[in-house]
Nanobody, 115 residues
């Protein structure tokens, strides 16, 4: 069955970096677009970044553009989110998603940015 395992979250200070990983299994990863989303306390889940199946095209939310980079390694069935210059407002649970019908979500990984 489809599995997405999110990892790499943690507690960091403002200005620091983290790299999130999402390990996928149970489907042909190289044929699927992927995306990262986040949900802060009391807020709706929002799209952070997306990437096409080949990795040739990416899109970002305005709030993270220029600071975050989504990438993928189709040989390792893994999608990454490199997060630089982190801000307190980036604090959230981050989830990867395989879009489609049905869509699949990772279990989430907590990112906390605080001094």
């Amino acid at each position: 069955q489809v599995q997405l395992v999110d990892s790499g979250g943690g507690l960091v200070q403002p200005g620091e970096s983290l790299r999130l990983s999402c390990a996928a299994s149970g489907f042909t990863f190289s044929r699927s677009a992927m995306s990262w989303h986040r949900q802060a306390p009391g807020k709706e889940r929002e799209l952070v970044a997306s990437i096409t199946s080949s990795g040739g095209s990416t899109n970002y939310a305005a709030s993270v553009k220029g600071r975050f980079t989504i990438s993928r390694d189709n040989a390792k069935n893994t999608v990454y989110l490199q997060m630089n210059s982190l801000k307190p407002e980036d604090t959230a649970v981050y989830y990867c998603k395989r879009p489609g019908s049905p869509e699949y979500w990772g279990q989430g990984t907590q990112v906390t940015v605080s001094s």
